[in-house]
């Protein structure tokens, strides 16, 4: 009996803003409970809502990236239910009319691209944040502090439609729109500080069923791997059931990080009644198409666009998608270097490999200014070329990430160019020959990974300044 | 002098010409209001000293000749409802009877500018659900021309101080006909301006589309100069208007409707009589006076009595005890939730977070609130296809003078009623006014009420100004003297 998972998830974004949604608090990041507020975002008795405008330029930019219908005359919810944490016992939401529908994000799995259908794309508020004391939820806990800094703080929802297949599209998913809305500027798209929450439905059905199976609510997953652990938990235990011909019940369920399971939270049958109704505080969001245009202007490259022009250098989907991924200098660097030497191979391993590996080494988080694409060709020019070996080149990164210099004239300063004479390397290949015959007779006699013991000889023979590829070639000749 | 027979502009040049004082007048309200509380309850809390400290600044600045405003050192009452920062805002309910706000509401913060003289808080019906203040925690206000009646509601309290002379104006809130049906029945000006043209931040909400705040005075001349000091674009109201007022004629090329609907059954002889009254006078001014008709106004209750409690529902959620208010114990805290809000809010504001509640849920939102909220739209589509015919709308402002107190409150339909034309000037958001034009004979006030297109404020109190004049009704209550 072959089952099919069917994944849909819903991800909130915390923007980037100055300022709260609804009032002119600050959003900030502290340790200090209670310390922005105001009578609006505490629910005083008779504050008022103003929408933050930068917000709704951000969503909109998000949704139109997005590939999203723009609702051009919409409007808040109230979203009505009560919650400690929630000031106003209702959350300023949207329903019917959000933002942008029907978008869709391209993303790279293994190395096939895929496409995510997204169902809605909806602005709201966040909620204060409730302390549990004694225990880590609220139905053990034996007292519980409030904080309302995060309340009000600006939130965009992404819903997918119920599309995903498994628990690796899910993660490619998160990790393709955590690189939209950074790029987009629009989110810190920290996952460790909560910029991005996640909570995902899984319903499995057998293949043989043409409708979907019983939809599971999975909350609390902090991570992509615990999303992509409780995705796959969530599988394997509806699966069982099924199997077992037991009932699947339509719940909320709890990811548990430390054993690594999921637990029922809440039955969805008596399942709440959020008596939405439009906030008759504020007036409708009327987004006119120059405001749209004027939006659409201000667009970066998108993730998928990068990817498409990475393509073109003959990297694959999974090379371009790491690059989309990283930080932007690192993409532009790669795009003027490969330019530069026409080498996409060794540009690509060169930046994502030794120089990645070496800035991180030395803790630095960006390049040095002096580090340019020029100066990178000329190091990748010279490994091609068989000037220097590829160890000379590391070493010359070395001092260039720390001082400013020629990378050629550093080679030649150093007695690092080799020699590619090759009677002069056939005269210390033949020293070796000589001097090692013992090896040599057991070489031929089928040991060939002395070859390498060989190899090494010449190199050192020649103080590092021969080819190894030419020296290993010579000497299987000379064999 | 008696200042109660003063207006604000009489106040102010005497101010002006130093042959009055701030001082002296806030001495004066505030006999007043001590003789009058025991009797008619109106405020709720006084601000004696504070007050008294406003009026000496204000004479200073009089002293020195620069005022800062022409309202500089008028006193005037705050409805109960309305954020007054360090001062309580109970809305007249046991759930907020121990909050003090932090911060003042925008019209507050607009009078502070000007130099007004804080009276003190007037009383309400709980969190302004109600047409009698019969609803307050705090105990009823009674009517000041006889206090066997009711002073209307919800903003009896509000009402009753202009009336009796306790504060030379007060500020109201007009949800259904809030300002302008106790104004009426108190014998007082009620003006209930184009939603949106004063903020709302700061204004304890019921119904947010409908609430309004507004002036209740002893003339139009001085509802028109407080609302002049109170109104304008409110960056902290998403919901207030950045377009300027327009005008419409206010001179005897003025026309006027007659709204036939509000004339018929449910209107008692004597409310329509000075209707008619009212109608002749202009008549014999040269204004042209039609009858017109809007057939959904008769809709108007049932339809205000969906979104005004669909819209207070989630708007009283926020009163649950966990930051402010009373709170009441509980094991869990949706437990403590359950029981402060058991505690804290009275029968009727209840009654209508439970009709809300209903109303907005799945299965029932279609039929009742949303239904609800495509007949308001039509209702506002008929005023403005009315308002292409005729300037003003003219009818009574409640189908009765002040009624007893019980004589409603076993039939909440009945006291519904009373609001029964006051309702569609919220709805369609349009301005409106109460003018009082004689006794009944019973002696309690009677009124009419004008209704103009949306933001022809200025134009309606203009022309109300001249009706004001032709009516000349200019009697007050003598419970004052009858106790001096």
């Known amino acids: 009996m072959n089952m099919v998972p069917t994944i849909g998830i819903e991800t909130h974004v915390e923007l980037n803003t100055n300022s709260k949604m609804f009032c002119n608090c600050a959003v900030v990041e502290t340790e200090n409970p209670n310390e922005s507020l105001c009578p609006t975002c505490l629910g005083l008795p008779g504050a008022l809502p103003v929408p933050n405008l930068k917000a709704i330029e951000s969503i909109t930019m998000l949704a139109l990236s997005a590939n999203c219908s723009i609702t051009k005359n919409g409007m808040f919810h109230r979203k009505n239910y009560f919650y400690p944490d929630l000031p106003k016992n209702y959350q300023i939401s949207q329903f019917d009319l959000p933002v942008g529908v029907n978008g869709s994000l391209e993303i790279i799995l293994n190395e096939t691209k895929e496409t995510v259908e997204i169902e809605r794309v909806h602005m709201e508020e966040d909620t204060g944040k409730s302390v549990h004391k004694g225990s880590g939820r609220i139905d053990s806990a034996t007292s519980t502090l409030l904080d309302f800094n995060r309340s009000g703080v600006p939130l965009v929802e992404i819903v997918t439609k119920p599309v995903i297949k498994s628990s690796k599209e899910a993660v490619s998913y998160i990790e393709e729109l955590r690189q939209l809305v950074i790029d987009l500027k629009i989110s810190e798209g920290k996952l460790e500080k909560g910029n991005l929450r996640f909570d995902a439905n899984i319903s499995v059905a057998k293949e043989s069923d043409n409708e979907l199976g019983v939809k599971v609510e999975i909350k609390n997953m902090n991570s992509l791997r615990s999303l992509e652990k409780a995705i796959d938990y969530e599988i394997k235990r509806q699966t069982k059931l099924i199997e077992s011909n037991e009932v699947i019940i339509q719940e909320t369920r709890h990811w548990d990080e430390d054993k690594e399971v999921t637990s029922s939270m809440r039955s969805k049958e008596g399942s709440a009644d959020y008596r939405y109704f439009s906030d008759p505080d504020l007036p409708n969001m009327i987004l006119t198409d120059e405001f749209i245009d004027n939006i659409k202007k201000t667009i970066p490259t998108l993730p998928s666009q990068k990817r498409d022009k990475l393509s073109e250098t003959g990297l694959s989907n999974s090379e371009s998608n790491y690059l989309s991924k990283s930080e932007e200098w690192i993409y532009n660097l790669f795009l003027e270097t490969q330019k530069l030497t026409n080498d996409t191979k060794s540009t690509f391993n060169l930046i994502t490999g030794e120089l990645q590996g070496q800035l991180r080494k030395a803790g630095m988080e960006k390049l040095p200014e002096w580090l340019t694409s020029e100066k990178l060709s000329e190091i990748i020019k010279m490994i091609n070329e068989n000037k220097i070996s590829f160890t000379s080149g590391k070493e010359i990164l070395t001092n260039l990430i720390q001082n400013e210099m020629s990378p050629s004239k550093y080679a030649e300063d150093n007695n690092l160019i080799q020699d590619n004479d090759s009677d002069e390397i056939a005269k210390i290949v033949k020293n070796v020959i000589d001097s090692n015959k013992e090896v040599v007779e057991r070489v031929k006699d089928g040991e060939e990974k002395l070859v390498g013991f060989l190899v090494g000889q010449i190199i050192k023979s020649s103080k590092g300044n021969i080819n190894p590829s030419i020296a290993k070639d010579l000497l299987l000749k000379e064999l | ?484």
Not at chain 2, 346 to 355: A, H, N, P
């Open chain 2, 1 to 484: 002098m008696n200042v109660s027979n003063l207006s604000i502009s009489e106040i102010s040049n005497l101010y002006k010409n130093k042959e009055l004082k701030p001082s002296e007048v806030y001495e004066e309200v505030f006999t007043n209001a001590s003789l009058s509380e025991s009797i008619i309850h109106a405020h709720l809390k006084l601000f004696q000293d504070e007050a008294t400290e406003a009026s000496k600044l204000s004479d200073e600045r009089y002293e020195k000749g620069n005022p800062l405003s022409d309202i500089d050192g008028i006193p005037i009452a705050i409805k109960d409802n309305i954020n007054l920062k360090n001062h309580e805002t109970t809305c007249s309910s046991k759930m907020l009877s121990n909050y003090v706000s932090p911060y003042d509401a925008t019209v507050i913060k607009k009078l502070r500018n000007n130099g007004v003289i804080f009276t003190g808080k007037t009383n309400l019906d709980e969190f302004a659900m109600g047409s009698s203040t019969e609803n307050s925690a705090f105990g009823p206000t009674k009517n000041p021309w006889n206090p066997e009646h009711v002073p209307g509601g919800s903003s009896g309290g509000s009402a009753a101080v202009v009336s009796v002379g306790s504060a030379v104006a007060s500020l109201g809130s007009d949800t259904g006909g809030s300002i302008r049906q106790p104004a009426s029945f108190c014998g007082v000006v009620g003006f209930k301006p184009t939603y949106g043209t004063v903020s709302r931040y700061g204004l304890v909400a019921f119904a947010s589309s409908l609430d309004q705040i507004g002036p209740i005075t002893n003339s139009v001349e001085d509802a028109k100069i407080l609302y002049n000091s109170i109104k304008g674009h409110d960056p902290l109201d998403a919901t207030s208007i950045k377009e300027s007022l327009v005008e419409i004629p206010t001179d005897k090329n003025a026309k006027v409707g007659v709204v036939k609907e509000l004339m018929e059954e449910g209107i008692s002889d004597e409310s329509r009589k000075e209707v008619e009254k009212t109608i002749k006078l202009l008549k014999e001014n040269g204004n042209k006076v039609v009858e017109v008709s809007l057939p959904l106004t008769k809709m108007a209750l049932s339809i205000y009595y969906l979104i005004a409690p669909a819209e207070c529902s989630a708007n009283l959620s926020r009163f649950d005890g966990v930051r402010y208010g009373i709170r009441e114990a509980g094991s869990t805290s949706y437990e403590m939730m359950e029981n402060t809000r058991a505690e804290g809010f009275g029968e009727e504001v209840k009654k209508r977070i439970l009709l809300g509640t209903y109303a907005l849920s799945a299965g029932y939102y279609d039929a009742y609130y949303g239904q609800a909220l495509k007949a308001r739209s039509a209702i506002t589509k008929d005023f403005e296809n009315i308002f292409k015919e005729v300037d003003y709308l003219i009818s009574p402002t409640t189908p009765t003078p002040a009624f007893k107190f019980g004589e409603k409150t076993e039939n909440p339909l009945e006291m519904y009623m009373s609001d029964l034309c006051t309702i569609p000037a919220n709805l369609a958001g349009i301005p409106a006014i109460s003018i009082p034009t004689g006794l009944s004979k019973q002696d309690m006030p009677l009124s009419i009420q004008l209704m103009s297109p949306a933001r022809t404020d200025s134009s309606l109190l203009e022309f109300s100004e001249s009706i004001e004049k032709l009516l000349s009704f200019n009697q007050r209550t003598s419970l004052l003297e009858d106790m001096k």
